[in-house]
């Protein structure tokens, strides 16, 4: 563990696995108090355990994006504990169903989605915003999207838009928030979340198409590839980044 | 099949975005439902009808601010940007049909929109001083068109480069 992040507070939701728990698992290694926002107590309760046991400052508090009144208890409960908020990372999301968009319902194939990603997105950047304006130049908004929001997508055409409107949020709110010296930034990651392990063991092609068309020949590591972009954007080094997408995917998308 | 005689059916979509420079930390749960639930909603069906209509040519307009995102306007900006990439995923899965879809991006001020807080930020003037999108709206209906899908071409004077 080294300091980094020392004394900062991070929020990060869906960190109850996957992308959200390597970021959380990142941000608290280098010595940030990390909220683990997860929808289930039971996840989330075992990231913080294991950010605790390897010495590092964590609490779990049971999250919906999708409720504004569930994210604003959150926000308040990390700063009851640790007494302030400089880092808030919206990561958490829903499955995405494959659909023809000629026959798509919307809410079995929207809803969902866009709750998570665009409404969990306003909740999480409005209620963080007060403090985030007063943690200045270290107070950051971290979106995570998907390259999918770039280029579209074939198989899930209605997930492709809501990743969209997370970048378009990160380059408004970068004009709007920059002169508070806050940052906001989107990460698009490819990465061996449960989703993905889970479709590598069911499609074992699957995970050999993607290693064939990424540069870099793997699929990333939700702690180390993707909490170490994360960490990147956290901190100080990033202090003049902002409404930018770090597409993190091993060179597998360069649209850009 | 259409021909140079007979152009194939096509559809302009105009998609209606809330213009009102809002800034982010006033906007209401219900103003937030209206800007970007209404806009999605009504584009996803615009563009069903469309195909379901036997339209081989559609085209979405926005706004750049979509692109380069805009203060006081995040509930602009995140639609118009979820509907250019919408298109993409409809242009990737319509191309077997002969569809193409394609967006036509335009100056903010064609939507009413203040320029200097919600549209690109240049230090050059614009490149041109008329920005009609007429002609090329035209040229993406037409069957000379059809190897064309997916794309954002931009008519707003040479402003977003």
Redesign the interface.
Known sequence: MTDRLLGRVAVVTGAGQGVGEGIARRLAAEGAHVVVAARRAETGEAVTHAIVSAGGSAVCLETDVTDRASVAACVRGAVERFGALHIMVHNAFSGAVSHRLEDADLDRHWERMSQTAVWGSFHCAQIAYPHLAAAGSQGRLILVTSPSGVEGSANIPLYSPVKAAQRAMVKSLAREWGHHGITANCIAPVAASPALVSAFEQNPALRRAIEERTPLGRVGDITDDIGSVALFLAGDDASFVTGQTIVCDGGSFLGL | MGSADTPPVSAVIRPSFDTIAR???T?T?EQ?NDA??TP??DT?AE??AA??GGARRIVVIVPTT?M???????HL??????????????????GRHGVTVNVVAVAPEDFDIDPS?AGPTSLAPPALSDRDPTALIEFLCSEAAGDVT?QTIVVDGGVWM
Do not use: N, T, Y
Request: positive net charge; aromatic residues 12%.
């Open positions: 800034p982010f930390d906007i749960d937030w970007w639930e999605m909603r996803v563009l069903q195909f379901r979509a380069s995102g805009g203060s006081c306007h995040v900006a995140a639609p118009a940007e979820a509907v250019r990439v919408l298109v993409k995923s409809a242009a990737r899965q319509w807080i997916g």
